[in-house]
């Protein structure tokens, strides 16, 4: 972790986080004035809200997808501000807008500064001016929930019910009181998210009620440190679990205990239901537009996961590459090295590069699947990438798929990049002490004649020197508690997360035809607020900074992966902000109405 101390100015600088969501609001008041109207999707969302506002319950546009969460919402806050200031008695293109920004700069990140903190397991006991980090304000700073952030569409309220379901789960999840209320709460925002979007199952049911069946198995589990293939079975019998990076033989703990798993997940499976009854009163997923919205298999979704995650976090994934791949000597500058041991500078083994490189070929030969609206709309950046990969030349498409892997694994090289191996792991176990031979008939008859005999004072036996070092039973229990508790570290996501992570990922995207940078919002999310805390640097493990000067520096580098986060973040919505607004252009077919690029 970073140094405990911190720097004067670390500590004031906190002050400031709260400010840099500022350009949220400039956005949105840029947006109102320069497109006052609706665009593209606002055309539908808009006056729906609208009839809501009218109490017009019944009416609905069958063109819309989404179920009616934004509107309601939107309705709640605007009603709360007419009892309370007298406006606003009509709902224009405006107001409808700024209760999405409202959204994205005051609620959003409110919910995921305390979600954040119960993942992570820290007190925050900062000040209100000072309480929200520096992590948060750069996923609310996040280039596609930025952007919508300042009109009016669903992205931001989904992905802040989904992680006030997760907010709530983790309490439920708690041993203090209130189980009840903590239950309600769940069904509560866990329900609210399915009104939000459809695909948000996948987020409050899937992963949540998977994390939470680890939680159980982890109850009745013990932890196996074994590399060994046989012996990892044979524990997994037992109920031990292999956790460094892929977990196995939950089931196994699942089945000492059926009835504790069962009931924790009732929650969820309540939610799933839910979900399935309007699927089947529904007919289908989507309530508008089915034609163009049938679900399917879309494998090539999470292969173009990696490549995103790549382009907007490639700052938190350049220090893990560079301390993973740099060679032990010569030694990287001191304000780059953590002090990796050889043992975690791994590199993908050959096996593994020859079983998924051809499942990604041949994803990438049978399922790339171009939805109609993909190459007919040149207004979203989708447009522009499909048109390299498919239409430059036929091998693009599959030379593109080492990066793909390569993506991959820098993604989940940061995330496990501060789980660095505690030394007594390494240590030599002591060898058990010497059991007595059983002595020859004759030596032992020898032996009783020589006690029977009365001995001298002088010739009395020499005392046996004893086994030096520990003890071998009370060195493994204390390695096998050392190993527990580095196994429940707050910093050190387990792999079972990235197990659950990766199938509630895959169940939301794969189902989706249309390839859309949306839709990978509340996967980077989830992702970015499991992403450890920056390990302390290898100049600092023995000797933390004293002299302020060396504390700063200590920060500055502990802390430059986030600054150029956020750097990052500001120039991409900068960049696409002023595209924007200032670089429309028209189609043939529609003379006169200004088209805009946009995500």
């Not at 919508?148 to 006030?164: A, I, K, M, Q, R």
């Not at 020859?354 to 979203?380: E, G």
């Not at 509340?522 to 004293?546: C, F, G, S």
Request: hydrophobic fraction near 45%.
């Amino acid at each position: 972790m970073s140094p405990k101390s911190g720097s004067t100015l670390s500590r004031a600088a906190r002050y400031a986080v709260p400010f840099a969501l500022i350009p949220i609001l400039i956005w949105r008041a840029q947006v109102n004035t320069q497109v006052p109207e609706p665009y593209l999707d606002e055309v539908f969302h808009v006056p729906q809200a609208q009839a809501y506002w009218a109490h017009k319950w019944t009416q609905w546009d069958p063109k819309l997808t989404t179920p009616p969460g934004l509107y309601l919402w939107s309705y709640l806050l605007c009603a709360i501000l007419l009892a309370i200031r007298g406006s606003p008695t009509q709902l224009d293109t405006e107001a409808l807008r700024t209760t999405n920004t409202a959204t994205s700069a005051v609620f959003l990140p409110w919910r995921l500064q305390a979600l954040s903190d119960s993942i992570h397991k820290v007190a925050n006991k900062r000040p209100l001016g000072a309480w929200l980090s520096h992590t948060v304000l750069n996923i609310c700073l996040f280039p596609p929930l930025c952007f919508f952030s300042g009109l009016y569409y669903t992205d931001v309220l989904s992905l802040l019910v989904v992680v006030e379901a997760y907010n709530w789960h983790l309490k439920r999840s708690s041993e203090k009181g209130y189980a009840v209320l903590k239950l309600l709460g769940f069904l509560v925002f866990g329900l609210a998210a399915l009104v939000c979007r459809q695909t948000n199952i996948f987020w409050v049911a899937i992963f949540l009620g998977g994390l939470q069946v680890v939680s159980q198995f982890g109850h009745t589990s013990k932890y196996s440190e074994s590399l060994d293939f046989l012996t990892i079975v044979k524990r997994g019998l037992r109920g031990e679990v292999f956790d460094p990076y892929v977990s196995e033989a939950y089931l196994e703990a699942s089945l000492r205990n059926p009835v504790s798993t069962v009931v924790s997940v009732i929650p969820h499976v309540i939610i799933l239901g839910a979900f399935g009854t309007f699927v089947l009163w529904n007919n289908g997923v989507v309530l508008g537009h089915k034609e163009f919205h049938i679900a399917g298999v879309h494998l090539a979704q999470m292969l173009y996961i990696w490549p995103y995650f790549a382009f907007f976090s490639w700052p938190l994934l350049v220090i893990p590459l560079i301390n993973t791949l740099a060679p032990q000597k010569p030694a990287l500058p001191k304000y780059l090295n953590y002090g990796l041991p050889k043992s975690q500078k791994k590199l993908p083994r050959a096996l593994t590069l020859l079983l998924i490189i051809p499942v990604m070929l041949a994803i990438v030969h049978f399922n790339t699947i171009v939805h109609p609206f993909t190459l007919a709309d040149n207004r979203h950046y989708v447009f522009y990438v499909f048109r390299l990969l498919l239409g430059v030349h036929p091998m693009v498409k599959y030379v593109a798929v080492p990066v793909y892997f390569l993506c991959g694994w820098a993604v989940m090289l940061a995330l496990g990049f501060s789980f660095i191996r505690p030394r007594f792991l390494q240590l030599v176990e002591p060898a058990p002490k010497p059991k007595a031979k059983p002595a020859s008939p004759a030596k032992a008859g020898k032996e009783q004649v020589n006690k029977s005999k009365p001995t001298s004072k002088k010739s009395k036996e020499k005392p046996q020197p004893q086994p030096s070092g520990p003890d071998p039973a009370i060195f493994a229990q204390v390695k096998g508690h050392l190993i527990a508790r580095a196994r429940h570290e707050p910093d050190a996501p387990h792999a079972s997360f990235v197990l659950v992570w990766f199938v509630a990922t895959a169940l939301s995207l794969v189902t989706a035809p249309l390839v859309e940078p949306r839709y990978f919002i509340i996967p980077w999310v989830m992702w970015r607020l499991h992403l450890p805390p920056a390990p302390t640097l290898a100049a600092y493990k023995q000797k933390r900074p004293e002299i302020e000067d060396e504390k700063v520096r200590a920060d500055l580098a502990t802390n430059l992966p986030k600054f150029v986060e956020t750097v990052w973040f500001l120039i991409i919505n900068a960049g696409t902000g002023y595209v924007f607004l200032y670089k429309g252009f028209e189609w043939p077919q529609e003379p006169g109405k200004i088209q805009r690029f946009m995500w």
